[in-house]
């Protein structure tokens, strides 16, 4: 039976984010910095997974930028962003893009759907665009899983109550199912990328850039 976990009853989304991904904002803040590199002048920016939004409001471009969610805390469209309901399982439009984001999205999509996903933004990317690719992973040594997922833990519970941490945990097994590294990276390998680099790390949180 189904867990009763849902992201669209925390109160403070970027909050509750905030504390259960260590150095999340060194994250933002490092794709925000790697992302001027790619803007380029009439095209757009894509957040796959926007949830409230706050990403895509922090990019200080005339470009124009459209958020992707299907959670109902994803706010309305404003004069600079045009917010549009989807379902990432199915498939969705980018075009005459430099940049798409990816930020913990995939992993809670069907494994069955994710080649796809990839490709849509690959053939979406222009030539030199960049494609952010940011998951929670599985580490292929049991060993190292046991230490980060622990470590990690350990984190949340300056935050979170042991309670609140395994109620969690159990609702998210539901659906949420992270690849491995190597997984991810032949999922953009197949698409297409093969420049791709690992900018960002923290415990079994990484961020990877893929460009086109």
């Known amino acids: 039976m189904e867990g009763n976990f ?91 893009s430099s940049l798409v984001y990816s930020i913990f999205t995939m992993q809670f999509l069907r494994r069955d759907k994710r080649e796809e ?27 190292l899983q046991e230490m980060l997922s622990f470590a990690h833990y350990d984190y949340k519970c300056t935050h979170f109550s042991e309670e609140e941490i395994m109620h969690k945990e159990r609702d998210l097994r539901y659906i949420m199912k992270p690849n491995t590294l190597q997984q991810n990276i032949s999922l953009l390998n197949t698409a297409g990328f093969k420049n791709i680099t690992q900018f960002w790390q923290s415990y079994n949180f990484i961020g990877l850039i893929a460009i086109k």
Request: aromatic residues 12%; charged residues 30%; negative net charge.
């Open 6 to 96: 849902d992201f669209n009853t925390i109160k403070d989304f970027d909050d509750h984010i905030d504390k259960s991904i260590p150095n999340y904002d060194v994250l933002l803040n490092c794709i925000l910095s790697i992302s001027d590199y790619f803007i380029t002048k009439d095209t757009t920016i894509y957040d796959l997974g926007c949830s409230t939004g706050k990403l895509l409001s922090m990019i200080k471009s005339n470009n124009k930028k459209i958020g992707y969610d299907d959670a109902k805390l994803m706010p309305t469209s404003t004069e600079d962003i045009e917010y549009v309901k989807k379902d990432l399982n199915y498939k969705f439009e980018i075009k005459n």
């Open 117 to 143: 996903y990839c490709e849509t933004i690959y053939n979406g990317l222009n030539k030199g665009g960049a494609f952010f690719l940011c998951e929670k992973i599985y580490q292929e040594s049991g060993l």
